[in-house]
């Protein structure tokens, strides 16, 4: 009897923790979608999925902010027939990423989105938006092996690290002429990802690599490595808060190697991580535009907006917010109308010419490298 | 392993460091086991909360670096004790609110330990929502300084300038990381003395020997407890600061890591010993850095987790194994 009821008591409490989640996520479904007998749709919902708060949460508030700024727009010429923006934050968690997405599906009146933000909850969502046939469009995501799964929802309007990586490896060793790398990443599936892709591209040049972990704050241990081993360059693969204090240990420990960073870095909290000295001469890839080189009245109406320049992807939110807001205005409110209209589309954006190829893959992509001065993120050069 | 041995003062040193501010806030969970035998988890937010004291009170008077050795020790100094004062707070508040009624109702330990989850999850949440609950007073424009980017991390502006004393190989040992060691072992050594030589610590290790008996003996057991909580939070928030200076930042959830890592500590030198929290602090920093050179950096919690369940299958009570109520004058 003991056995069995050692085996029971979790399986009990494990089936009625799942029934739970599985009635809170069903509540939310289509929340008023359809204007009584007009016929047009409205109050349609385009989702954001992203991390709103949480370690990386600058970078989901700064996608959302152009995503809010297109739907904006689009509202002021629509009056009478709205869009609203859902968020659904996942604090770039991928454990939290599938519960969000099944509540998205859900909410009927979500008809596309926008996100997710990063590579590893997009990994564990995007199966299901596949499934339900809902449409995404990641403004940041640039693992490369997403869009080889074959989901017919998946689309994205940025270069991924298979462009961005080799770009970065070009710099290193072209602009910043060193002969011994180290590469370190923080195991996320983007880290890593981007990571491999620089290991790879420099081949025997990498002399030392190592691994850290989200949410350490003391590298005592990499930096050691890194100082022992006498290399010129590092390349770091991971988000903006570990990178910014493992700059500043570096600095403290009298590490001269110039750091050279990818997208999920490129944000103010390194600087603010790492401190306006340490952080100075950092080098920072991204397969985004600077933001004054965007197309249109963006820049301006950005910072109209939100009193502040666009940060990283900002341009890029407006974009994929933009693609399905033409949709929805063409009459396309439902989700299989809006999937092939994406699928199809082909216009200028604000960042590049947006269309998509058979993967999801945008067919225009540009690496820029931008270099930490002043304190400030400035573009330095785009890397051809 | 060429690593290793090629590396090994400069692996000593910065696990040295940062096993002392380990050790620093593992007296906290010491000094409450031994008196109370019940663990204060909300300990690490103590800590935290001595973090944002340092920080605001650096970011109050407008400290930088570079301003004369004078001015740089008041900076200093103000930033220590606003971090221990408020850390101190924090822990007597936590006392008065999480366990004080439970203690009279004699609730069993796991209902103090669940109020203690409850209270870190508050003090946390506090810090991590503080630009809202300025707002709630129209206060978030004015206090931009000090509640902008609630749950991101916070600078501390740290008066005192990173800068090499002396070099032994390739490792620069800085002018923190002497500061860092020496103050935490002064620190230890004060408590440790305090408790075994005055009459408070006397009280405090009567209560810890036999509570009962030392209220027949006319100890006032509610004021021990208190005195208790108050130096362990002092100690967290002089960890706090030392943290800070090394590190440079904080958030609101950087307590959780940090307690985990102090508590381990705790009881890999001998839970309610509190020579053992500093033995326990530096052998958890050392295998931490000794682990991630033999096999890799994302090893490390695993080498030092390996090591804590191995020393307690032959040292069940942790290295020093001693309680608290046992150390004699």
Redesign the interface.
Known sequence: MRPIIKLGVPLVAAALALTACGGTSGGTAAAGSTSGGSSKTCDLKIGFFGALTGDAANLGQNIQNGVKLAVDQYNAKNADCKVAVQPYDSQGDPAVAPGLAKSAIDNKSVVGIVGPAFSGESKAADPLFNEAGLVTITPSATNPALSTNGWKTFFRVLGNDASQGPAAAKYISDTLKASKVAVVDDASEYGKGLADIVKSSLGAKVTTTDTVQTGQTDFSPTVTKIKSSGVTAVFYGGYYAEAGLLKKQMTDAGVTATLVVGDGVKDDGFIKAAGDKAAEGTIMTCPCLPADKAGGTFFADYKAAYNAEPATYSAEGFDAAKVMLDGISEGKTSRADLLAYVASYDKPGVTKTLKFDAKGEPSQVTIWAYKVTGAKIVPDQEIK | MS?LI??FF??TA??L??GAVYGLIALGYTLVYGVLRLINFAHSEVWMWGSFAAVWSMTAVGATSGRGIGATAAFLLLALVAAMLVSGGIALTVERVAYRRLRRLNAPPLIALISAIGASFVLSEIIGLRDRIAGWFGLDSALAKYVG?A???T?FPNPLE?S?AFSVG???V?N?DILVLVSAIVMMVTLDQFIRRSRLGRGIRAVAQDSESAALMGVNKDRVVQITFFLGGIMAGAASLLYLM????TKYN?GF??GVKAFTAAVLGGIGNVRGALLGGFVLGLA??YG??LI???W??VVAFLLLVVILLFRPTGLLGESLGRSRA
């Open positions: 690593f090629n590396n400069a692996l910065s696990g460091v940062l980017g749950r991101d991390n600078r990173t090499t390739d490792y620069n800085t923190i090394r590190i440079g930042v950087a890591l940090l931490e850095n991630s050179a890799g950096t994302q490390k919690d």
